[in-house]
Nanobody, 128 residues
Framework: VQLVESGGGLAQPGGSLRLSCVAS????????IGWFRQVPGLEREGVSC????????YYAEFAKGRFTISRDNAKNTIDLQMNSLETEDTARYYC??????????????????????WGRGTQVTVSS
């Protein structure tokens, strides 16, 4: 599997950023794609996931109402629109395929996702 994240950068508090993920070589065993983030020294945490089967979405509590995950079939990307950014959103953001049994657990309940092929991620910095 190859995962390429892009779209990160510097944003002011209250601002917006749109991240994109291109995932290739993903087995059909996976139910969908998720976005995760990690701050140095802390565990990587789930942000949001979207099912490739039925488009169902899941969000971590901190992302609800501010972030929107979507699929762009024309560009073959999984995008994460982040609005109303807060300094606490500063982190490196990664995407990864997720199996059905892990969608709720890893995408919205904060369990550490033991995925072994993370991409390079994209840095999001929220600062005034």
């Amino acid at each position: 599997v190859q995962l390429v994240e892009s779209g990160g950068g510097l944003a002011q508090p209250g601002g917006s950023l749109r991240l994109s993920c291109v995932a290739s070589g993903v087995s059909s065993d996976y139910y969908g794609i998720g976005w995760f983030r990690q701050v140095p020294g802390l565990e990587r945490e789930g942000v949001s996931c979207i099912s490739s089967i039925d488009g169902r979405t899941y969000y971590a509590e901190f992302a609800k109402g501010r972030f929107t995950i979507s699929r762009d079939n024309a560009k073959n990307t999984i995008d994460l629109q982040m609005n109303s950014l807060e300094t606490e959103d500063t982190a490196r953001y990664y995407c990864a395929p997720v199996r059905a049994e892990g969608f709720v657990k890893y995408c919205s309940e904060g369990y550490r996702y033991p995925f072994g092929s993370w991409g390079r991620g994209t840095q999001v910095t929220v600062s005034s």
